[in-house]
Structures are given as C-alpha cells and as structure tokens.
C-alpha cells in the first residue's frame, strides 16, 4: 500500500513419501506473511461444476466446509478467526495465517503445524528429486523447473502424462470478436509420447517413463486391431468431447472456455510413428521389461499396416487443424518413422523376412516425401505434398533427427535456413519461431 505495507503468499500442494509410498493429497496450503501492518480481506467463494454453482457453506470451530450436490465436499482450515473470512471483513494482518484446503476431514493438528509439517516434507521430496536427475552443467534452473514440471504432468493411477495441467488459456490476446484460441490440454496426445520418453530418458526419471510406457501399451491392447486416437483421457477415456462454458469468462475475459478437445475425434497421421517410436525403448532398453515382445511387436506391426495405408491420405496434421485436410509432411514422415523403426526392431529381433518387409515400406514412403515435399524454387521441404504448396512449417525440422534425411544434405541445410528466415519473428525481447504462418481455421497465427 502508500504505507509500504505488503503481504507475500506462499502455497503449494503437499507431496512426500509416506509409509514407503507417495503421498500426495488433495490439497492446497496456503499462508500469508505480513510486512508492516497491512489490511487484507480473506475471501472464500469456492464454485461448483466449473463456476456455474457457488457452493454451500457450513461454519465449524476452527473450518469452512463446502459443499454442492454431486461434488466433493471440501474442507478449509485456518488459524484465523472463522467470521473474518465468511462475513470477509478486513482485519489488520499482525502476524503469519495458514490455511489448509482438503477433502472435508477434521486435522489432527492446527493449520500452521500441519503448513509447516507439509511443506517441510514437501520441500525434501523435490529436493531429494532433483539429486537423482541427470542435468548438464549449464541450464540447470531451467532444467530443473521443467523436469518438476513434467513430474508433476503425469499422473501415478494409470502413467498418464497430461500435455498441460490448464484448459483455455488464450495463445495471445484476443481482439473484440475474435474466438480465441484457448484449448483444454488437460489430456495425454499420443503424439507428445516420443518426446515426452525421450526427455524422460535422458534426465534419468526412469520409472515415470515406464509407468509413462505402459499407459501407452494399454492403449494399444484397448484398441485391438481399431485405430488409435491422437488422444485420451488420464484413465484411458475415449470420448473427451469438447464443449463451451458460459459460466466462466475466460483469462482475462479471453474466452471460450472449453472442456474436452474435439480433436480426439481426427485423423491424425502423425500418431502411428510417434507411438513406434516411444515403445521401441522396450525392445532395446535392458533395463525395462522385456517379456512379451511377441505380442507388442504384433499389436506395433498392426500401427504399421495403418501408417503404410494412410501415408499419402489427408489428415489434420500436428497442429490439429479443424476444417483443413492435406497430405501433411511431418504426418508422412512420422509414417516413414513407424515403418523404418519396425524394420529395426524385427532386425533385432532375428525376424528377416519382417525386416526386408518394413524396410521396403519405408523406402516407398521415404521417395515419396523427399521426392514431393521439397519445393525446388523455394528450396525447402513444405508442410504438403498434396497441392504444390509453398507453405512453410517448422516440423520440418525434425526430419534430420528422426533420420529420413541427412542433416547435412543440401535440400535440408536449405529448409533450416529458409525457415528461419520466413517463420522467425521478433518480439518486444525475445525472437521467436512460428510454427507455421499461413491462415488456419482461426486466422493467422501470432505466437510460437
């Protein structure tokens, strides 16, 4: 305030080892710290059912509980005076306040015993987490933040990883009358696997990547011989439908807001490499599970079929395009990837005639995409191959380090450096890369 008084807030959500195993509640502590004598109002409106319903509340001793019929009844502690905080009447803030939200169950302990416990316990667990990764010298804020992050993506019950942890937060600020493009990412993309694996790997945090693998191998055996989804929910769920808010306004305003992603429901090309890529790592990897090749390697040949079938087919793309079909490059090449890797992993499995079979199929894919998607008078591969297109798309990129092409071929050298020249923008710090620059279904794009 004009006084200098300030407060600072501190809150996590407790996570530690309890009885041999993870103990990670449904909670948020929180505790305001004053500096000076501030004047705060404490306020407590939890809603139901994504704001629709403001829920009930009940007065007890020392606690609030909420609660709406149909939702779970939750519980708020605190070492201050009940009143304050349902009546919100503004108090001068003397000293540290703790609350505790969780399941509506009474504590053992006062808020501030059980603050301080939690985050004592919490604090040794993350820290103890990140002794045991594997981090370069250089970076290692940076790297650290983002492996707790990815951590704290996954999701122990069924290995799931979540893309993002939010849902409608805006790309960029939306103008008056625009649609924003604000989407749920509260699911696991099969396509993020490879990625999401290799990470894992390489920072050490094996057996969120196994977990991680298995959850991907379910998948396959909830299939069968149907097709995959490019995404699902955290416990295998097929239908996440896509539907509009109109109880909350968005960030800042910026709607719509969405639960459920439509693009559960497209054909997405893409998917079948990324999900030969991410279980290769059982075939090779002694340090995982290496029973039931037989049955994997069949249920992987079956993604094979599929990409073979549908390499030179229309689809959304990676970037998920809601009224636009082509024959995408990174799609067909993700395609290649399924095949060339069947290939190897039947090489290593001492199957030839499988072998000579799948490394024939990536040869066929392999002409096609470096036979149609390079654009010569452009001198770059473009994002299709269906319509003597120039648009460019930084997925591209990859093609070197998923191996259909060289990196030092001159077709490639070209394509980075044409890239980075039409697709790089220069922000009020920062340059950044956009992933493509042509209209989509929602305009023009305006962010990385």
Known sequence: ???????????????????????????????????????????????????????????????????????TPMRLTMDLGVSFVLEEIAFTLEEEKSFILALDEPLEKPASIVFAEHIDKTGIYWASFARKINIPFEWQDEVIRSSITLKLCSYEESGAILAAMTTS??????????????????????RDSYFT????????????????????????????????QPLYGLMYEKD??????????????????????????????????????????????????????????????????????????????????????????????????????LGKIANHLKRTERAEHWNQRAGVIREYVLNKAYNESLGAFVSTVDDDGTDLDASVLLMAELGIIDPMDERFVSTVEVIGKKLMRKGEKYKFLLRYANCDDFGFPETA
């Open 240 to 341: 996440c439908t896509e539907k509009l808010l109109t109880s909350l306004p968005g960030y800042r305003g910026m709607g719509p807001v969405r639960v459920g992603n439509q693009a559960y429901q497209q054909q997405q090309n893409d998917v079948y490499g990324a999900v030969v890529l991410s279980l290769c790592q059982l075939f090779f990897d002694r340090r995982l599970d290496d029973r039931n090749h037989d049955a994997l390697y069949a249920s992987l040949e079956h993604l094979g079929n599929l990409a073979f079938e549908k390499y030179s087919q229309p689809d959304a793309g990676l970037w998920e395009l809601r009224t636009i079909a082509h024959v995408h490059t990174f799609s067909a090449v993700m395609c290649w990837a399924a095949c060339d890797r």
């Open 169 to 190: 937060i805006p790309e960029h600020a939306v103008k008056e009358n625009e649609v924003g493009r604000t989407w749920d990412y509260r699911f696991c993309w099969l």
């Open 197 to 228: 694996i290799r990470a894992l790997n390489s920072l050490g945090v094996t057996k969120t990547m196994t977990n991680y693998i298995k959850f991907i191998v379910n998948i396959l055996a909830e299939e069968g011989s149907g097709d995959v």
């Open 1 to 71: 305030d004009n006084e200098g008084n300030s407060v600072r807030i501190v809150d996590f959500c407790p996570r530690y080892t309890l009885y041999g195993r993870n103990y990670a509640p449904v909670c948020i502590c929180r505790r305001i710290i004053p500096s000076g004598l501030p004047r705060v109002v404490v306020r407590f409106r939890p809603r139901a059912e994504y704001g629709a319903h403001a829920m009930n509340l009940f007065r007890g001793n020392a606690h609030i509980t909420a609660s709406w019929p149909g939702s």
